[in-house]
């Protein structure tokens, strides 16, 4: 199995989490939470589908900066920076606009949910803190969705030195010291009286401790995936790792949350983090699993997620505050425009961008390559 067929997989893999967050949002609004209780809440798995985002991305980067013709650590950044923070900025710019001029204030039938975001004025230093992403700042105000791209780029910035240690230290060592560290953090806000989502949600620094051990577990099932593969592709075990897998992910949260109380939540975080590392693995060692992540519709929302996940939330608040006055039956019509419009996003912003930061990297030849470190 070719890398490229690999990351074809863990495109599909990140459309099915996005189609999931999007579901997972549009079942918070008061008119469309009594499906939270039907069989169709297996679909909206927002917070676990953020978790996978972050155990495929340290998958993903391991590769690039371990491969033969692996980038020198400036032209990684580069990449990073076109692929994730311009299309961020793009939305953020279009999600300011979007506020200023459909705002209509709460909208009562639209539920508690919906009306925590979007409220209050939207300051110059709210603007600067979603710029820059280094101060604490409400990333619910504009687009909730963003709190998990203030981490992936913090980490993506630093994961070169993850790779480095990963490479120094034995396996189990440098899983004990990153696995350390997200206790800690743990641990900490426990201590404070709270739990991760809510500095998660401040863009506070703590939490990126706690989440970068979901990027190192990616990165170690990527050093080890040959191993991985040769000792279970040809045998039942994979199915029973899938199977096992998807249950984990779908069900740890709620039953880790009624059953341990406080500790539910951390529990519930890493339960999942196994269990995405479960699926990623079985995405690279079944080849049924990996065939049918290849249809044509996975890999449609694969490449339209990162948009899709960008920019759903702008559209469900656009519509639902502008056309407020026709009540429920507008959140139809943002559903409807959601996928068309995140394909359009891909196509004017996302990609034009993957593709000035590859180009602009080629430009660059500086420093030792990442993979010397």
């Not at 600067?128 to 963003?146: A, E, K, M, N, R």
């Not at 641990?187 to 939490?207: D, K």
């Not at 912003?349 to 990297?361: F, K, N, Q, W, Y």
Request: aromatic residues 12%.
């Amino acid at each position: 199995m070719s890398n490229t067929d690999r990351l074809e997989q863990l495109d599909a893999l990140r459309g099915i989490a996005a189609l999931t967050v999007v579901a997972s949002h549009f079942m918070n609004l008061q008119p469309l939470s009594w499906l939270r209780h039907t069989p169709v809440r297996l679909l909206a798995g927002g917070h676990e589908a953020v978790i996978l985002f972050f155990v495929l991305s340290g998958f993903a980067l391991t590769l690039q900066l371990t491969s033969v013709n692996s980038p020198t650590l400036l032209q990684y950044l580069v990449r990073r920076v076109f692929r994730i923070y311009l299309p961020y900025i793009v939305t953020v710019c279009l999600a300011s606009v979007c506020y200023r001029e459909f705002n209509a204030g709460p909208v009562p039938w639209a539920g508690d949910w919906f009306n925590t975001s979007w409220n209050g004025t939207l300051t110059n230093k709210a603007i600067l803190g979603h710029t820059l992403l280094l101060f604490p700042f409400d990333v619910v105000q504009l687009d909730p969705v963003i709190w998990s791209l203030v981490y992936e780029m913090r980490i993506s910035l630093i994961f070169p030195i993850v790779i480095f240690l990963l490479h120094q230290l034995p396996g189990f060592l440098f899983l004990s010291l990153v696995t350390a560290a997200s206790l800690f953090t743990a641990a900490y806000e426990m201590h404070c009286g709270t739990n991760m989502i809510g500095p998660s949600l401040l863009a506070e620094w703590a939490p990126t401790a706690y989440y970068v051990l979901m990027f190192a577990l990616g990165g170690v099932v990527a050093m080890q995936r040959q191993r991985i593969a040769t000792a279970i592709r040809s045998t039942s075990f994979s199915w029973l790792l899938l199977l096992v897998s998807i249950f984990v992910y779908w069900f740890a949260r709620p039953l880790a949350i009624y059953s341990l109380g406080r500790l539910g939540d951390v529990s519930a975080d890493w339960l999942i983090m196994l269990a995405s590392a479960g699926i990623l693995i079985c995405a690279i060692s079944n080849c049924r699993f990996s065939n049918a992540l290849k249809a044509r519709t996975l890999l449609f929302l694969g490449r339209i997620s990162y948009s899709l996940y960008l920019i759903h939330l702008v559209i469900l608040f656009t519509c639902v505050h502008g056309l407020s006055v026709h009540g429920p039956k507008v959140i139809l019509l943002a559903a409807v425009l959601t996928v068309p419009i995140s394909y359009l996003m891909y196509q004017l912003v996302e990609r034009p961008s993957i593709r000035g930061g590859t180009l602009l990297a080629r430009t660059l030849v500086f420093g030792r390559k990442t993979s010397e470190l």
